[in-house]
């Protein structure tokens, strides 16, 4: 008899500690679903970093507040023009040179080397010489040209950034906004200095 007791008792134990194990089971492997997703949304660019991923170009030469992209890394170019124009490239290398960079030729490097920006030379591709706009690493979708403007949502909120750059008296400025070039506040801008006077477009 009290060995069919002490057999119940390890038996109610047992499945008491099942019970309980279960319950913690089931969260971890929800939580570690949760995690999971995040990170996906995080890689679809939910979380699109504005200042690290969009840069300004001229030619094959992205400027950007970004240290850490890797050779090969994939860019979408908006070549700002009428019609815009969208295409594909990747970075090649980083670069300090003129000779690769317009941006740093004697005179601009100046105020376009300011502290916390990057360069890079990217590959040439149909890439001209005189072409200048924006750059976009790894976007979450590619850019859509809708009656001459190209249009992409970043930050996948449903609504499209769109992308602007008008001459100031010495150089470019570049801006993306929300639908609407020039309403708002800009989801990201950038200067180019080209150390010459031109006539001013911005409004």
Known sequence: ??????????????????????????????????????????????????????GWLHGACLAISNPNLANGTPVVLV?????????????????NSPASCQALMEGRAK???????????????????????????????????VNGQARVDLDQDGRSEVFSSCATSEGIKFAVWTEKAYQGDPRWSGYYYLDYESTPTCP
């Open 1 to 54: 008899m009290r060995r069919r007791c002490g057999l119940t008792l390890r038996t109610f134990q047992r499945a008491v500690g099942l019970c309980t194990a279960i319950p913690i089971l089931i969260i971890g492997a929800v939580s570690c679903g949760r995690v999971r997703e995040q990170g996906q949304h995080a890689a679809l660019g939910v979380a699109f970093q504005f200042g690290e991923r969009i």
């Open 79 to 95: 070549i700002t023009g009428e019609p815009q124009t969208v295409q594909q490239s990747r970075i090649q290398a980083q670069t």
């Open 111 to 145: 105020v376009n080397a300011k502290p916390g920006m990057s360069f890079y030379a990217l590959e040439t591709g149909s890439v001209g010489s005189t072409d200048m706009g924006f750059g976009i690493v790894s976007p979450p979708a590619n850019p859509v040209v």
